[in-house]
């Protein structure tokens, strides 16, 4: 009898372990197992996953204005993309990168010179690149005879 036990308390944790399908350490579950009980509850927070995604919705803060030029009517934005250094002209017309212009708000002060633009139906405003207008104090207003008519 005390073989018999003996056997079985040897033998028993190995016949466990071969009828267990499940992988040690076992699997996470399924992000969307919890989803029902997330919509239904008011105290569950974001994850980090949702708040990145929210922060990275808006397209045009990957893009600022480098210089303004105008041709007559039409009105040219030269256009860098931050994460590549990319300066890409943006005009009415849709350009190569599937941009265009919708309106420029034009200003004395370059710091309030701005732009909007048009990316795949999705509309957003792009502002000029704080590294270039580092270099001129905003109290400074270019001297322009054409401003001062009065």
Do not use: C
Not at 81 to 107: D, F, H, W, Y
Not at 141 to 150: I, R
Request: aromatic share 6%; proline share 9%.
């Amino acid at each position: 009898m005390k073989t018999v036990a003996l056997l079985f308390l040897i033998l028993s944790p190995a016949i466990l372990m071969a009828q267990d399908e499940e992988p040690f350490p076992p699997k996470a579950y399924p992000a969307d197992r919890y989803d029902s009980m997330k919509a239904r509850s008011p105290f569950v927070l974001p994850t980090i996953e949702e708040v990145v995604q929210v922060v990275s919705a808006n397209w045009t803060s990957d893009y600022r204005i480098v210089s303004v030029l105008k041709l007559g009517d039409e009105s040219v934005v030269l256009v860098k993309k931050l994460s590549t250094g990319e300066r890409i002209p943006v005009r009415r017309q849709q350009n190569a990168q599937g941009i265009r212009l919708v309106s420029l708000q034009m200003s004395p002060d370059p710091h309030n010179v701005s732009a909007l633009i048009e990316m795949s139906g999705e509309e957003g405003s792009i502002v000029y690149d704080e590294s270039i207008l580092s270099e001129v104090p905003r109290s400074v207003v270019p001297s322009n005879p054409a401003l001062k008519a009065e």
